[in-house]
């Protein structure tokens, strides 16, 4: 029996919580013997990942950013997100383009058509049909005020360049995914993720069983975090 290939994309500002779920998620798919393509973007390919080492250090203006980013996701799609989808491989992407609407259109302002034009001509020509503009079959937002992030990254790591900007910076990427969610709402999934680990996998979980992409888990409490 021939697989149909499953995209999804995970979204939201830095600190909500995506990566600790996201390795999980591609245990359950994997347990139901999918074959499953785990990546990342900025990156995803080695030219990509070049690519995001610029973008997360060094200065440059809000239209770079967004020339890098969607180079890199040219690359990424090539390379590794339209063969394993034409190989019927369910792909598992942190962050995709609806990170540049709210990073780099939100957050750094700059004009959100000339991004969709970006979009358009970065993301056609790649899947089987030519005309179409490939997106995730669904995006996960992990939905976090940008103080409750920030209080967690502040015992995490070594802030890169974006997680170093201002509070301010991180409202405006905030409101950029819900201007998003609310535009395409058959396609996102909202986490409040301002909840314990625990629940947050459990929310998860109810979003792919709740579209039978993964069995329902025996009493629902698996603590995938
Ligand atoms: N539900 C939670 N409650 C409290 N802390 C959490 C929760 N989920 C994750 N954290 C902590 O918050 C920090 C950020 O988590 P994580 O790296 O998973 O976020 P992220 O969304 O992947 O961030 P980024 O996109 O910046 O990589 C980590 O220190 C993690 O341990
Ligand atoms: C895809 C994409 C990402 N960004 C930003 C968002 C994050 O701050 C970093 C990636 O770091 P992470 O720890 O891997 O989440 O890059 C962006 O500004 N524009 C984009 O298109």
């Known amino acids: 029996m021939s697989l149909t290939g499953l995209f999804v994309s995970f979204e939201g500002i830095d600190g909500a919580g995506k990566s ?12 139901q013997g999918r074959q499953v393509v785990l990546t990342r973007e900025p990156g995803g390919t080695p030219l990509a990942e070049k690519l995001r080492a610029l973008l997360l250090g060094d200065a440059m203006d809000p239209l770079t950013e967004a020339l890098l980013a969607f180079a890199g996701r040219r690359d990424h799609l090539v390379q590794v997100i339209e063969p394993a989808l034409a190989r019927g491989e369910v792909v598992l992407c942190d962050r995709f383009t609806d990170a540049t609407f709210a990073y780099q259109g939100a957050g750094r302002g ?35 005020p940008a103080e409750v992030a920030a209080e967690r990254l502040s015992h995490a790591r070594l802030p890169d360049r974006f997680e170093a900007q201002p509070l301010d910076f991180f409202r405006r990427v905030a409101q950029g995914y819900a201007d998003r969610a609310a535009a395409a709402p058959q396609r996102f999934a909202r986490i409040d993720a301002n909840h314990p680990r625990t629940l947050v996998w459990q929310e998860l979980q109810a979003v792919f069983e709740g579209r039978g992409w993964l069995p329902c888990a025996p009493g629902g409490d698996k603590d995938g975090a």
């Open 20 to 31: 600790s779920h996201i390795s999980a998620l591609a245990d359950a798919f994997a347990a």
């Open 110 to 144: 700059f004009d959100t058509a000339q991004l969709a034009q970006l979009e358009r001509l970065v993301q056609t020509g790649v899947a089987p049909d030519p005309l179409q503009l490939r997106e995730p079959d669904l995006t996960v937002w992990f939905d976090l």
